[in-house]
């Protein structure tokens, strides 16, 4: 087998609602051969991996996947159950996992769910590898794989701390994306995202965490707020740290003056000869170094969240029981079997390290590693309590006393902490404080609350998400979704100026850039996840409308999590052949998922008047029930919509001169498309597009008047560039457009249906679209054309030079040999040899593949732009006596 490539769908997408990896395998040799065609080899694979046996599959049973091994099953779908099960090893079991035929023979995709994104990567190939070794009967280190996939997991997963306050914004249904390798993280979008890394949030002062980092001014602030600190002093030598000693007395703790995580900190000084030691440990850290006396008592840390108490747990340094048989040696690799306890942070507890200061310690009291300690005899390893070093944490939230409940209160609001860590010294914190606080820590590690080794764990996330989140502040902004085969840049635009004109500053995403508060901050074709990604992280938007195009749905899943409103403007011949995709029903699937992600009473809106987008709210996967469903037609004739409407829904259509909103007996005007610059020239696509917005706006919540607003200021240069723009040229005119499939042909063709002289065109269709498609777009071009130039784009998109330009001209010769067709190379050329022929009164109809270029070259020979056929000024020409239509086989 091989591995073509492994790809991230990080939102829904059409496999899945949650994020999946797409492995591309080619089965090669194995194309077409089973599993039972191998003897021994499912007793070797579920001996090597026994948790295969409870897998499902599809037959939807315990035991369902072990069935069809033995029947026999495909290669792909082994490797697939393979990386499932042993993800689940890891302690990570994943829910979902499916393999589909792609559209190569011998190429499938294997589709998983995944907790932990870079480990799963590793998983599959493993997979891969794991399957071929037993069919060639060599062995496979099983534990090597997994241990290489949880070190994988161990860097590059979240830390505890960010994990449980994302774990927190998910139960409450907040967006989160995770911005970079480390752990910073979006949650909510636009105007009311918030950042956080750890337990910091954007809302933590700088000038508060660099306080809680200088331990000295820290004691400072808190002794001049009338909070209970050890006495000490920050020393630059060995000599200032003795003479400290013996001012304090033993015993004294020594610690950096900006350390973390228990980090340098030696407790229990008492003689000179640990002191130097001592010293030494904390310059590793920094380069000044705290010496202050050791309070007597229990170690405690108290999470203080927007000023409140929300958690405290009583820290006990790393330690072990005895038995009377077992080492001290052996009683550590006893603990940390425990697999609560990993390296590092990522599990509730860390391993127990076996350093110079355990070996020191265990010195102290007159033991060793080898050690035999009797049985319950605890052994105390390390002097330090922190989870860091290997200690534990027993929650006791709900022992504290009131006083120091506002002892702890008061330093984080002295120190000026959104969050934050207080350490205390007392003999217990039930009764009144005895002791003092130690530390005050920014970004305070949460894992000992969410999951402590005793008591009762507490929600500590949820504290935060509440506090960047209060009852009343919205995490989300308005977001529209818009797909479609045709028309979707132009609805999506018109969308967009209405909302900017009801005073949205919104952010946009269409083929021609991203847009915030109508600035283009990206050019290019930004229609994909990312795109709307970028959108939703932009602190200024307010409103978000997302053109969301087939390829990026397909490739990389949505950029969202859920839209309030899913417009769908039609779904017709167009990209098949590409990624699999073979026929429009391919298409709808794709396209449907838009619908799938309106949240449970959004508004769904659809074209009553094209089957195909009509029909997806007949889907079982889209459940239209728990939706908004709107229908627009441009007559309001289409069966679908007339019993909508009449049953008591929404409709919006076009009625004697206006654009109408309708429900039941209900009509209420919107606008006059008189008032409509985009509606001037009659073409019933225009017609559509103006009520798929109109539809979507109302839903985004702006009103009718603003709706008229919208529509009447809406220029077509200047808010939709490259979609059926005008141009005045001498007596005829050009029409700007983007389109290469048979529906968009046939839309455009209607603008030049009342044109007194003869409508040209200057057409390309994709290299990458099957021959099929590009002979059916011939079709439409001469059915709808008297004159036809073909072009060829410059990105052949793997096509022979001239190969799609023979095609076209081949099927315009065969169906419509009345139609003149000549291939003209690219647009500028054709156009500059065309411009006489429209200076006489033709309309050009040009389709192109890099509109700047055509506007500047329009602009140079003397063309200007017009918003309206209307306002052209052409002489009386004799009536246009229109091309026949032709047929097949004419």
């Known amino acids: 087998?091989?591995?073509?490539?492994?790809?991230?769908?990080?939102?829904?997408?059409?496999?899945?609602?949650?994020?999946?990896?797409?492995?591309?395998?080619?089965?090669?040799?194995?194309?077409?051969?089973?599993?039972?065609?191998?003897?021994?080899?499912?007793?070797?694979?579920?001996?090597?991996?026994?948790?295969l046996k409870r897998h499902h599959c599809g037959l939807g049973r315990e035991g369902g996947f072990l069935e069809r091994l033995r029947t026999g099953t495909y290669f792909g779908h082994v490797v697939e159950h393979v990386a499932i099960e042993m993800a689940s090893m890891l302690g990570s079991p994943v829910t979902f996992g499916k393999t589909r035929r792609a559209?190569?023979?011998?190429?499938?995709?294997?589709?998983?769910?995944?907790?932990?994104?870079?480990?799963?990567?590793?998983?599959?190939?493993?997979?891969?590898?794991?399957?071929?070794?037993?069919?060639?009967?060599?062995?496979?280190?099983?534990?090597?794989?997994?241990?290489?996939?949880?070190?994988?997991?161990?860097?590059?997963?979240?830390?505890?701390?960010?994990?449980?306050?994302?774990?927190?914004?998910?139960?409450r249904g907040i967006p989160w994306r995770r911005l970079t390798d480390g752990s910073l993280v979006q949650l909510g979008y636009g105007r009311n995202r918030r950042l956080i890394q750890a337990a910091l949030t954007d809302q933590t002062s700088h000038v508060a965490v660099e306080v809680a980092s200088d331990k000295a001014l820290t004691k400072l602030l808190l002794r001049e707020a009338g909070v209970p600190v050890p006495e000490g002093c920050v020393v630059d030598d060995i000599d200032g740290a003795l003479e400290a000693l013996l001012d304090l007395g033993g015993p004294v703790v020594v610690k950096p003056l900006d350390g973390n995580q228990g980090k340098g900190i030696t407790v229990g000084v008492e003689q000179p000869v640990r002191l130097l030691g001592a010293y030494q440990l904390a310059r590793r850290y920094s380069d000044r170094v705290i010496v202050e006396r050791q309070l007597l008592g229990k170690d405690y840390?108290?999470?203080?969240?927007?000023?409140?108490?929300?958690?405290?747990?009583?820290?006990?340094?790393?330690?072990?029981?005895?038995?009377?048989?077992?080492?001290?040696?052996?009683?550590?690799?006893?603990?940390?079997?425990?697999?609560?306890?990993?390296?590092?942070?990522?599990?509730?507890?860390?391993?127990?390290?076996?350093?110079?200061?355990?070996?020191?310690?265990?010195?102290?009291?007159?033991?060793s590693l080898d050690y035999v300690p009797a049985p319950g005899q605890t052994v105390v390893l390390k002097r330090a309590a922190n989870l860091s070093v290997g200690g534990t944490a027993v929650d006791v939230t709900d022992r504290m006393h009131p006083e120091v409940r506002r002892v702890c209160e008061r330093?984080?609001?002295?120190?000026?902490?959104?969050?934050?860590?207080?350490?205390?010294?007392?003999?217990?914190?039930?009764?009144?404080l005895d002791g003092g606080v130690v530390e005050v820590n920014a970004s305070p590690g949460l894992r000992m609350h969410v999951s402590p080794s005793e008591?009762?764990?507490?929600?500590?996330?949820?504290?935060?998400?509440?506090?960047?989140?209060?009852?009343?502040?919205?995490a989300r902004v308005p977001v529209c979704s818009v797909t479609g085969t045709n028309g979707k840049t132009t609805v999506t635009r018109l969308i967009g100026h209405v909302l900017g004109v009801a005073g949205e500053h919104v952010g946009m995403t269409t083929t021609d850039g991203v847009y915030s508060g109508g600035v283009l901050v990206r050019p290019g074709d930004n229609t994909g996840p990312a795109s709307a990604r970028a959108v939703l992280s932009d602190p200024l938007v307010s409103a978000a409308v997302l053109e969301t195009a087939r390829g990026g749905i397909l490739r990389r899943g949505l950029g969202y999590d859920w839209s309030d409103v899913g417009v769908i403007t039609n779904v017709t011949l167009d990209h098949v052949g590409q990624d699999g995709i073979e026929d429009v029903e391919d298409l709808v699937w794709i396209k449907s998922l838009v619908a799938e992600r309106v949240r449970d009473g959004g508004t769904l809106v659809l074209n009553a008047d094209d089957p195909e987008s009509a029909g997806i709210a007949d889907l079982d996967r889209v459940d239209a029930a728990r939706l908004r469903v709107v229908y627009f037609s441009s007559d309001g004739d289409a069966e679908r919509y007339r019993r909508h409407v009449a049953a008591g829904g929404l409709g919006y259509s076009v009625r004697v001169g206006l654009v109408v909103e309708e429900r039941g007996a209900e009509?209420?005007?919107?606008?006059?498309?008189?008032?409509?610059?985009?509606?001037?020239?009659?073409?019933?696509?225009?017609?559509?597009?103006?009520?798929?917005?109109?539809?979507?706006?109302?839903?985004?919540?702006?009103?009718?008047?603003?709706?008229?607003?919208?529509?009447?200021?809406?220029?077509?240069?200047?808010?939709?560039?490259?979609?059926?723009?005008?141009?005045?040229?001498?007596?005829?005119?050009?029409?700007?457009?983007?389109?290469?499939?048979?529906a968009a042909f046939r839309a455009s063709a209607e603008l030049g249906a009342g044109w007194p002289g003869p409508v040209a065109a200057v057409i390309a269709v994709p290299g990458d679209r099957r021959d099929d498609v590009v002979q059916e777009a011939a079709l439409a071009a001469a059915?709808?054309?008297?004159?036809?130039?073909?072009?060829?784009?410059?990105?052949?998109?793997g096509r022979a030079p001239g190969a799609v330009a023979q095609l076209i001209l081949a099927e315009v010769a065969k169906v419509a040999p009345q139609v003149p067709c000549e291939f003209v190379g690219e647009a500028l050329p054709a156009l500059q040899r065309l411009a006489p022929e429209v200076s006489a009164g033709t309309m050009l109809v040009l389709y192109y593949e890099h509109f700047d270029e055509v506007h500047a070259a329009l602009l140079a020979l003397g063309a200007r732009p017009v918003p309206s056929l209307g306002s052209l000024e052409r002489a009386t020409r004799p009536e246009r006596v229109p091309a026949e239509s032709p047929t097949a086989g004419s």
Do not use: W
Not at 306 to 324: F, H, I, N
Not at 459 to 466: H, K, N, Q, R, Y
């Open 455 to 474: 008591g009762t764990a507490r929600d500590v996330g949820e504290a935060i998400v509440a506090q960047l989140f209060p009852p009343g502040v919205e």
């Open 301 to 367: 840390r108290v999470l203080v969240i927007g000023g409140k108490v929300v958690a405290a747990c009583e820290r006990r340094p790393p330690q072990v029981a005895g038995d009377g048989a077992s080492t001290v040696r052996e009683l550590i690799e006893a603990v940390n079997r425990d697999p609560s306890r990993g390296e590092g942070h990522e599990r509730p507890l860390t391993r127990i390290a076996v350093d110079d200061e355990l070996v020191e310690r265990l010195g102290e009291v007159g033991m």
């Open 103 to 171: 559209h190569e023979p011998g190429l499938y995709h294997v589709i998983v769910r995944f907790r932990s994104e870079r480990a799963m990567r590793r998983l599959l190939r493993g997979a891969v590898e794991l399957v071929e070794a037993l069919l060639r009967g060599e062995p496979f280190d099983l534990r090597a794989l997994l241990a290489e996939a949880e070190e994988v997991a161990r860097h590059t997963d979240l830390g505890p701390s960010t994990a449980a306050i994302v774990r927190a914004a998910e139960r």
């Open 411 to 432: 330093a984080a609001l002295v120190v000026g902490l959104d969050v934050c860590g207080v350490d205390l010294v007392t003999s217990d914190i039930a009764a009144p």
């Open 783 to 797: 059915a709808s054309f008297d004159r036809l130039y073909v072009r060829e784009d410059r990105d052949l998109r």
């Open 1 to 51: 087998m091989r591995i073509g490539g492994i790809r991230t769908l990080d939102g829904p997408n059409v496999y899945h609602h949650r994020p999946v990896l797409v492995m591309e395998l080619h089965l090669e040799e194995l194309d077409g051969r089973e599993s039972r065609e191998f003897p021994g080899f499912d007793d070797v694979l579920l001996a090597l991996l026994p948790g």
């Open 667 to 742: 009509r209420r005007p919107v606008a006059r498309l008189a008032d409509v610059p985009m509606l001037a020239s009659g073409a019933r696509f225009q017609v559509e597009n103006c009520l798929a917005a109109v539809a979507a706006a109302v839903a985004m919540g702006c009103d009718h008047a603003t709706v008229a607003r919208g529509l009447a200021t809406f220029d077509s240069g200047a808010h939709n560039p490259g979609r059926a723009n005008l141009y005045a040229m001498g007596a005829g005119c050009v029409v700007v457009d983007y389109g290469h499939n048979p």
